[in-house]
């Protein structure tokens, strides 16, 4: 659910009743200060407080902080906090109509605060909460002017009659202006909070984005440094193992220690491999490729890689015929790779590792299925995160490249799983492209 504001409910869950309580404060501050004053300023003259417009006024301040408090109870406890948001817009609209009774009645200066409530509604629920607050201020003065014209509200009994006797065109003219303005402020208010959602909704990915670009650009100069200095070293270390492990005269437990020496290098140039892609991304080369072709290849590869040699197997479901997608071929194949190298590595010895293909309404989904231990909730908001991983020998680098050659292609990219239950990453990878429709002219 999401609120007039377009803010999802597990965060306006949270603002909503900051706001609520700092708008509570400014009306309580500013309806004690105008109150106060009705005695000398509103009818033109002195209200003794033992007056009717006085005791009037004193009601009024005593049920606005009465709501106060039991709203503020009720937001400790973050019960009903939308509806105590309109009730306090509603309530709010009927002390106005109360000020303005005892200050003049259609006559009053105090017309005004009905668009400031609209306003606080706008601020604390959008449009739905500005046009509570306009129903409210429509109805409450519709009623009064619908009383003076049956004559059934006279005026404060310490007021002048002749203050509150106003003729039927009087009533409608003032009912039809103010409800005009009311409307207009109510649409005003509503269309800047959209614009402010919609506003702040692009700072905050700006923003976001701006971060993971600095997080980007230190990764980079990190990558690159590191890149030239590990992997000359790493290559004389594998390859010296290699050496080792076809020589003469070893036993097993030493050719053991040489396959170990083997992987262990090679991982590393994999991790390697996988900082400077994340780190400096080049732009996709789109073109239509045969996405059945390259994943078949990744599929061999892995399988004769790393654990899919010796205890996770890889089984590849193919569900349609060669078919193009649009996309970069060496990009679409890392991102496959790392999603299959990602599933191996969460699997246990003897686990099957399925790689499917399908086409789905005329798109092409991608779908690499592991029995490992699942990924909890919590984990799952964060698992495309740069250097994430729920993993004690993991980097998070890996999926993080996925997700950013996925962005860049347009392709929608998740996960289903659940604690002990394995998980399921799937891709979208679009609708499929005919070769002839992007050759040249």
Request: charged share 15%.
């Amino acid at each position: 659910m999401r609120l007039g504001l377009g803010i999802p409910e597990s965060l306006a869950g949270a603002t909503l009743p900051r706001r609520l309580l700092w708008l509570n404060l400014v009306r309580l501050i500013v309806l004690s200060i105008i109150l106060m004053l009705t005695g000398s300023t509103f009818a033109g003259q002195y209200i003794d407080w033992g007056t009717q417009s006085s005791r009037l006024a004193l009601a009024t301040v005593a049920l606005s902080f009465g709501l106060a408090g039991i709203s503020t109870a009720m937001l400790r406890r973050g019960l009903f906090v939308e509806h105590i948001a309109h009730v306090h817009l509603f309530v709010d609209q009927i002390t106005w109509t109360i000020l303005i009774y005892i200050s003049g009645g259609i006559n009053s200066a105090a017309t005004p605060f009905y668009g400031l409530t609209c306003v606080a509604g706008a601020i604390l629920t959008g449009l739905r909460g500005a046009s509570v607050g306009a129903a409210a201020a429509i109805a409450c003065y519709g009623a009064m002017t619908f009383g003076f014209w049956q004559h059934w509200l006279q005026g404060p009994s310490d007021q002048p009659r002749i203050a509150y006797r106003f003729s039927n065109e009087d009533l409608g003219y003032h009912l039809g202006l103010n409800a005009l303005g009311i409307i207009v402020v109510t649409l005003l208010a509503g269309y800047l909070a959209e614009r402010l959602r919609l506003t702040g909704g692009k700072l905050v990915i700006a923003e976001e984005r701006a971060a993971r670009a600095e997080r980007m650009a230190a990764l980079g100069r990190l990558a690159t440094g590191l890149a030239h200095e590990i992997r000359n070293p790493l290559g004389s270390i594998s390859g010296c193992a290699q050496i080792l492990h076809s020589a003469p005269g070893l036993d097993a437990d030493e050719r053991k220690l040489c396959s170990i020496i083997q992987s262990e290098a090679a991982r590393l140039n994999d991790l390697v491999t996988d900082m400077m892609d994340l780190a400096r991304p080049r732009q996709p080369n789109f073109a239509p490729v045969d996405v059945v072709a390259i994943v078949n290849d990744v599929v061999e590869l892995a399988s004769a890689s790393g654990r899919a040699v010796s205890d996770v197997s890889i089984q590849l479901r193919v569900e349609l015929d060669n078919c193009l997608i649009r996309a970069d071929a060496a990009q679409l194949r890392q991102l496959i790779w790392n999603l299959i190298r990602n599933a191996v590595q969460a699997s246990g010895a003897g686990d099957e590792v399925t790689v499917r293909l399908r086409s789905d309404t005329n798109h092409v989904q991608l779908c690499v299925i592991d029995h490992g231990v699942g990924i909890d909730l919590a984990a799952k908001e964060n698992l495309f995160d740069a250097f994430f991983t729920t993993r004690s020998h993991g980097t998070g680098v890996g999926l993080a490249v996925v997700k950013r050659i996925a962005d860049e292609h347009g392709f929608d990219v998740g996960v289903e799983s659940a604690q002990g239950q394995g998980a399921k990453f799937y891709v979208d990878l679009g609708p499929t492209v005919a070769l002839e429709s992007h050759s040249p002219a």
